[in-house]
């Protein structure tokens, strides 16, 4: 993917720096493309961003990478010649369920790692062939075809197909919302099989060292180096249409023509800025019913010791469905009790903190309007006092913490509500229905969680960067036959 002189001097112009944007703009300006990135925050990355304080270096939300060299983030800095590298330490997740607990390595599949779950969890030994046969699905997917039987159908409904165990579906309901968030109700059934199929398969979860802000960073220096513009703190306000065709953007400093606009802002954004009236009355229709994921809320603790060996730490409480806990947040009394996702990234590089300091980040799914907030506070609170309880001593080994609330993730994104992922990876939005990075309109394509990817998170993201410069390539330099 070097300099093509097919697209010497096209014009390109890319909206967001998160994954995806940071992707598609190192690989255009590779490409050729005379390119500039805008970014309305002061800072790149997006929900992928860090900040440094105190010696700490904090990703401004949760991630780990379940994939790490095998996945399409590693795949896409190959892409680019960065040299991108990941580190993992075993075991590399507890779970606690309710009152039991056990940590679990990568390949937590094999005989001696499913024993010694069961020997802590006690599942009822009826569901065996039904998880079995759950499992087998999940081990025959290979490619996305293998996921055309599963589309249109939600995650609850393929499970409790399979087994009916409160507890067992609890698991499964928390691990839907950890890698879509969204309540095993909403969430795909072929995409939450694709999801854990490459995960499971892989067993190489681990963290980018330096932590995520350092993914979108390194994509933006490519394309830089390329000659590549990158502009912070500049909002495009609006995609210019005429005739059918991109033309360029405005911000409030002025037009800037372009040739291909690549947008990272979120499908329904991107269609209010470029004017509804531009596109076909259906897609238009078909745009603004798209929904988003759920939202969630973090807390970051700074501290001066270590409190779990692992990675990652999943803690579900006995009974806990995410769709009931959801509208208990909506309702915004009797809040029952939230699951967390707990990741140390500290635990993969400790040169993320001072020597003998550690980070922990703890943050569970939420609904994503801003109407929730005063709920959402209260989210928080439970939050602390389980971390609390978890780990006794955490207040007093605390040396400062920060507060996420869904306005802080709304005012990240600017899409309008606090929604995690971007578009939700749902029944009614999968297969055929999910929607084109190519737009009806020429030139103008989407890019990031929102549109032509699959995977979890920010893997979600680089996959789309991946598939969408390749359609964008093909579209600017058509085969010859």
């Known amino acids: 993917m070097e300099n093509d002189s097919a697209s010497n001097g096209k014009r390109a112009i890319v909206i967001g720096t998160g994954v995806g944007g940071s992707g598609m703009a190192a690989q255009l300006a590779q490409a050729g493309f005379s390119v500039t990135v805008f970014e309305r ?9 860090s900040y440094t304080h105190e010696g700490f270096t904090m990703d401004i939300a949760i991630h780990v990478s379940p994939r790490c060299e095998m996945g399409p983030i590693a795949e896409l800095a190959r892409r680019v010649h960065v040299d991108m590298s990941f580190t993992r330490r075993e075991p590399v997740l507890r779970m606690i369920l309710g009152n039991s607990a056990c940590s679990m390595p990568m390949k937590f599949y094999k005989p001696t790692a499913l024993l010694k779950s069961e020997l802590a969890f006690r599942f009822s030994p009826q569901i065996a062939p039904g998880a079995l046969s759950f499992a087998w699905k999940v081990i025959r997917i290979k490619t996305r075809e293998d996921l055309k039987p599963y589309e249109g159908m939600s995650a609850a409904e393929l499970i409790k197909r399979h087994v009916n165990d409160p507890r067992f579906y609890g698991l499964m309901d928390a691990l839907a919302s950890l890698m879509m968030v969204l309540p095993t109700q909403e969430a795909s059934a072929a995409d939450f099989m694709w999801c854990l199929a490459n995960w499971l398969k892989n067993a190489n979860t681990g963290y980018p060292k330096g932590g995520y802000g350092s993914i979108p960073h390194s994509f933006l220096q490519v394309c830089q180096r390329h000659g590549g513009t990158v502009r912070l703190g500049e909002e495009v306000e609006r995609i210019r249409v005429e005739h059918g065709k991109v033309v360029g953007v405005e911000t409030k400093q002025g037009f800037y023509p372009a040739d291909i606009v690549v947008s990272n802002a979120g499908y329904k954004k991107t269609v209010a800025m470029a004017g509804k009236e531009h596109f076909p009355s259906d897609f238009a229709a078909y745009a603004e019913g798209l929904k988003d994921s759920q939202g969630a809320v973090v807390v970051q603790y700074a501290l001066d010791y270590q409190p779990m060996q692992e990675l990652v730490t999943l803690y579900i409480p006995d009974g806990y469905k995410t769709d009931t806990f959801l509208a208990s947040v909506e309702r915004g ?37 801003l109407e929730n907030k005063a709920a959402t506070e209260v989210v928080l609170d439970m939050v602390e006092e389980t971390m609390q309880r978890l780990f006794p001593g955490l207040a007093r080994h605390t040396l400062w913490k920060v507060r996420r609330n869904i306005d802080f993730f709304a005012a990240l994104g600017g899409r309008g509500a606090a929604e995690s992922i971007g578009l939700g990876q749902r029944f009614d939005q999968d297969g055929k229905n999910k929607p084109p990075a190519r737009m009806p309109v020429q030139g103008l394509y ?30 600017v330099r058509p085969i010859r036959r």
């Open 333 to 369: 009394h009797d809040i029952e009790p939230p699951h967390l996702y707990i990741v140390s990234p500290t635990v993969a590089d400790p040169g993320l903190a001072p020597e003998g300091k550690h980070i922990l980040l703890v943050g569970t799914i939420v609904p994503p309007s």
């Open 41 to 49: 925050n002061r800072f790149a990355g997006g929900k992928t961003s």
């Open 446 to 475: 989407a890019v990031g969680a929102d549109a032509g990817g699959t995977g979890i998170g920010t893997e979600l993201a680089a996959d789309s960067a991946i598939h969408v410069f390749d359609m964008l390539m093909d579209d």
